[in-house]
């Protein structure tokens, strides 16, 4: 089964992604983490998306999707999540061409419903551990010793570096204008779900559930 979890950015989508690997196996594909990944050790690519995505700004159209090209082409046993892709109608045409093209569908796409006030607290707040990628929040969700996480025990705690309020205030923006016409794109194709994402995460990820059937 694959998914797409649509939602502006701290509406938990990356949450819910590593939930559903844990409970039913599915791989994520997450292109923010993708591009995170090629900053970090400096690629050519890594090198052109830096400034941009610090900005909050979209990176291209192209170089998204030949990510997600390499990524279909390899094992999908438990089906593809993608989070954090597509977020254009340039994106979203290139993944079903994609998907056609390997033989595979789309069973849903999961419209994670928040509003603005509630993004700009939890994106604020927000840290991650750089070994095991546990989620945590400086008021929501505190591990039980400060700096070490709970799950794995690592000291690594980090911050994005677009997790401020001028990159929020562009990242909301792009999504807006971007990203929410998907909304739109994938409703008229019976395709989409929506859930309450402002639930607490084991109520936001029962509703994922009963909405994947
Ligand atoms: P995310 O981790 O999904 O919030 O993505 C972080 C940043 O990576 C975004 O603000 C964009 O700069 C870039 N990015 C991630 N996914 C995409 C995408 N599908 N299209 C364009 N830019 C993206």
Redesign the pocket.
């Known amino acids: 089964m694959n998914i797409i979890l649509l939602g502006p950015?701290g509406a938990g989508k990356g949450t819910q992604a590593r939930k559903l690997v844990e409970e039913r196996g599915m791989i994520q594909l997450?292109?923010?983490?993708m591009?995170r990944e090629a900053k970090t050790s400096g690629t050519d690519m890594g090198k052109k998306v830096a400034a941009?995505?610090d900005a909050?700004?979209?990176?291209t159209d192209e170089i998204?999707i030949g990510l997600i090209e390499e990524k279909l082409r390899g094992d999908n046993a438990g089906g593809f999540i993608f989070d954090?892709?597509?977020?254009?109608l340039a994106?979203a045409d290139a993944l079903g061409a994609l998907l056609e093209k390997t033989g595979q569908t789309l069973h849903s796409v999961i419209e994670m419903r928040v509003d603005d006030d509630a993004l700009v607290s939890r994106i604020t707040g927000r840290f991650t551990c750089g070994n095991c990628g546990e989620g945590y929040h400086d008021v929501m969700k505190r591990p039980a010793v400060d700096g070490t996480c709970d799950v794995c025990g690592a000291q690594d705690m980090q911050r994005r570096a677009?997790d401020n309020e001028e990159s929020l205030r562009t990242?909301l923006m792009e999504y807006y204008k971007k990203t929410s016409p998907l909304i739109g794109y994938y409703y008229a194709k019976g395709q989409l779900k929506d859930v309450d994402g402002l639930a607490d995460i084991d109520d936001v990820a029962k509703s994922i559930s009963e909405a994947l059937g």
Do not use: A
């Open positions: 950015p997450s292109t923010g983490d591009l941009i995505m909050g700004e979209l990176v998204v954090g892709f597509p977020r254009t994106q677009d990242r």
